[in-house]
């Protein structure tokens, strides 16, 4: 009978935000792939499980793969874990997966912390819809593809970066979004947790000497004004509804966009309230 192979997502920062599952599943596979033994060695000590580490990250992914596989293939459960938060985002995990699928290995994730989510549910940006662009970039081509890509996205976006790199990232992404607004989560459920809020300028002023790791969290961009004329009131409604705005903003916005006044928008929708509910 083949292993099973479990990703298992381990604290961000605070060592209680492991879950009973998680504890039960490390102290129960016969080995575990870490992409930092060292770092996994500290958590399992403080977890007071023993077992062996295998070495497994970008680096070396290629060649450990078919290791594990052998592994699982003769019966033996192995756990998956990244330096923290849920692997196989922005972290070793993914290419396993693909194969263990085309192998017929059973996958189990065991759910837990995950930095974007950790970082968007406290943003205040839209929680509805959201892209997750993980790193990017080095290589310059590609990277300004990417960032009009972030210039061009309407919903919310969500970046990881290192803080040797933060303060480059944000003079790129000030040059393509002007004053959107912009969430830095800093050091999350760490003892320095910080959120800075502003616009892309103002939120570069508060981090002069960036420390930790971070997350980036971008407000989505609205459609440009010669959209407008292509998308019907309704659609328009729908539209912002999907970016967290209320009623009264949506309408406003609207009537901006048609230029008219707000009453005559906020008519056009009591008509159509009542005709729906009539039907």
Same mark, same amino acid.
């Given at each position: 009978?083949?292993?099973?192979?479990?990703?298992?997502?381990?604290?961000?920062?605070?060592?209680?935000?492991?879950?009973? /599952?998680?504890?039960?599943?490390?102290?129960?596979?016969?080995?575990?792939?870490?992409?930092?033994?060292?770092?996994?060695?500290?958590?399992?000590?403080?977890?007071?499980?023993?077992?062996?580490?295998?070495?497994?990250?970008?680096?070396?992914?290629?060649?450990?793969? *078919?290791?594990?596989?052998?592994?699982?293939?003769?019966?033996?459960?192995?756990?998956?874990?990244?330096?923290?938060?849920?692997?196989?985002?922005?972290?070793?995990?993914? *290419?396993?997966?693909?194969?263990?699928?085309?192998?017929?290995?059973?996958?189990?994730?065991?759910?837990?912390?995950?930095?974007?989510?950790?970082?968007?549910?406290?943003?205040?940006?839209?929680?509805? %819809?959201?892209?997750?662009?993980?790193?990017?970039?080095?290589?310059?081509?590609?990277?300004?593809?990417?960032?009009? %890509?972030?210039? *061009? *996205?309407?919903?919310?976006?969500?970046?990881?970066?290192?803080?040797?790199?933060?303060?480059?990232?944000?003079?790129?992404?000030?040059?393509?979004?002007?004053?959107?607004?912009?969430?830095?989560?800093?050091?999350?459920?760490?003892?320095?947790?910080?959120?800075? /809020?502003?616009?892309?300028? %103002?939120?570069?002023?508060?981090?002069?000497?960036?420390?930790?790791?971070?997350?980036?969290?971008?407000?989505?961009?609205?459609?440009?004004?010669?959209?407008?004329?292509?998308?019907?009131?309704?659609?328009?409604?729908?539209?912002?509804?999907?970016?967290?705005?209320?009623?009264?903003?949506?309408?406003?916005?609207?009537?901006?966009?048609?230029?008219?006044?707000?009453?005559?928008?906020?008519?056009?929708?009591?008509?159509?309230?009542?005709?729906?509910?009539?039907?």
């Amino acid at each position: 009978m083949k292993g099973k192979l479990y990703l298992v997502a381990t604290p961000i920062g605070n060592l209680e935000d492991i879950t009973m /599952r998680a504890v039960r599943i490390l102290q129960e596979v016969d080995c575990i792939a870490a992409e930092d033994t060292r770092h996994t060695l500290k958590l399992l000590n403080h977890l007071n499980i023993s077992k062996p580490l295998i070495s497994y990250h970008r680096h070396n992914e290629e060649i450990r793969i *078919e290791g594990l596989l052998t592994e699982l293939e003769k019966g033996k459960n192995i756990a998956v874990v990244s330096d923290a938060g849920t692997p196989a985002i922005s972290d070793p995990g993914e *290419e396993i997966v693909k194969e263990c699928i085309q192998r017929e290995i059973e996958i189990i994730p065991i759910p837990g912390p995950c930095a974007l989510i950790t970082g968007l549910i406290a943003s205040g940006l839209s929680t509805k %819809e959201f892209t997750f662009f993980g790193f990017l970039p080095l290589n310059k081509k590609t990277r300004a593809e990417k960032l009009k %890509e972030i210039q *061009e *996205e309407t919903h919310t976006v969500i970046l990881y970066e290192a803080p040797h790199k933060l303060q480059t990232t944000l003079k790129d992404l000030e040059s393509i979004l002007g004053d959107r607004k912009l969430v830095l989560a800093k050091e999350l459920t760490k003892i320095h947790e910080n959120f800075f /809020r502003g616009t892309v300028k %103002e939120v570069q002023a508060m981090v002069p000497e960036p420390k930790g790791e971070y997350v980036i969290l971008i407000e989505g961009a609205t459609k440009s004004i010669e959209d407008w004329s292509k998308l019907s009131i309704q659609e328009q409604y729908v539209m912002y509804q999907k970016q967290g705005l209320e009623k009264k903003e949506i309408i406003k916005q609207i009537a901006k966009n048609q230029k008219v006044p707000k009453n005559e928008i906020y008519k056009q929708f009591i008509t159509v309230e009542d005709t729906e509910e009539k039907a």
